[in-house]
């Protein structure tokens, strides 16, 4: 199979790339080339933004994997390229909010985003619907075919956000004699290791499938994972639950970014939001390693890290806390 993938040299991109190749595909790869291309791939630098950014991949593909967010982008690519499938990565912020439902593929979404270029992260679900839209309507007139593959959390090897390796190296570096957790042991969780997401869009792209997917993993609670990831630590230290209303006081924030727990969301309205129905993925042929496999692994990767964790408690947040947690006032 004769495969473009639009991106390609950094997480998702990487792992789809990696997966393909190792299929013996013939990938070929246009991107920016803010990280070097994999092994046995074709890199063509390109622009998308530029008016001629896809000028050199103007060739008949077998299938086109595109994880783009700027539905202008994907607006002149499908127009431009030529190929019979389009596999697009959406995700799970295009479905309208319904609190305490798992959302399914028919559900309601968002109204998509009007222009062509995504401005902040608050546009990113209307940015994706409207990039669905697009690739929807431009493979249906074309006569081809397309897989809208909403995905959820993404972990694993290579994830620089930290959502979820955070947990796994906090238990193996504590900063003290225990790790401060959200006391919401019951918080649905569901996260994907990008390995079997890339594995199953490429056998999207192999067997054209065709329509709307939620791809992610098994719903989990938030308390089994960090049990899992003590196990993969080695810890020797306890887990040390605190109440929200706390946490709250304590400027500790929810899901990701500085100064978090990560993982958990303390919005109750959103308290569904990552947990998809998956059961259409995993009847297309979804295969799902264990969570103890990708903790492990990206723990692994986190110990080789250079880069600063965008997510968690750093050890002097987390002294301060506990330190404030232990203070007569805050037990009072």
Not at 5 to 12: D, R, S
Not at 176 to 204: S, Y
Not at 291 to 307: F, G, H, I, S, Y
Not at 320 to 332: C, F
């Amino acid at each position: 199979m004769r495969l473009l993938l639009l991106g390609g040299t950094a997480f998702l991109g990487r792992a789809v790339a990696i997966e393909a190749a190792g299929r013996g595909h013939e990938v070929t790869c246009l991107a920016r080339g803010s990280a070097p291309p994999p092994d046995d791939v074709t890199f063509v630098r390109g622009d998308r933004d530029e008016p001629d950014g896809l000028a050199d991949v103007r060739d008949e593909w077998d299938a086109v994997i595109d994880v783009t967010r700027q539905p202008g982008q994907v607006r002149r690519a499908v127009a431009e390229l030529r190929t019979p499938h389009w596999v697009f990565v959406s995700t799970a912020n295009v479905y309208a909010p319904a609190p305490g439902v798992r959302p399914v593929e028919t559900d309601a979404l968002v109204e998509p985003l009007a222009g062509d270029v995504m401005g902040s992260m608050e546009e990113y679900g209307p940015a994706k619907v409207a990039c669905e839209k697009a690739v929807r309507e431009g493979m249906a007139a074309a006569g081809g075919s397309a897989t809208l593959a909403r995905a959820g959390l993404i972990g694993g090897p290579g994830d620089v956000s930290g959502r979820l390796g955070y947990w796994p190296w906090r238990f193996a570096h504590p900063s003290g004699p225990d790790v401060i957790v959200p006391d919401d042991p019951d918080f649905p969780v569901a996260v994907i290791d990008v390995r079997d997401l890339a594995a199953w869009l490429v056998d999207a792209a192999e067997q054209r499938l065709d329509g709307a997917f939620n791809v992610t993993g098994e719903v989990v609670p938030l308390g089994e994972v960090l049990a899992a990831a003590a196990r993969a630590a080695g810890a020797r230290v306890r887990a040390r639950p605190v109440d929200l209303p706390t946490l709250a006081e304590l400027g500790v924030n929810a899901w990701m970014g500085p100064r978090s727990l990560p993982l958990w969301i303390d919005d109750p309205d959103l308290r569904q939001a990552t947990a998809l129905d998956i059961s259409r993925a995993v009847a297309s042929g979804l295969r799902l390693r264990p969570l103890a496999e990708t903790l492990a692994d990206t723990l692994a990767w986190e110990e080789t890290r250079d880069a600063p964790r965008a997510a968690g408690l750093t050890d002097a947040e987390e002294q301060e806390i506990r330190a404030r947690l232990d203070s007569p006032d805050t037990r009072a």
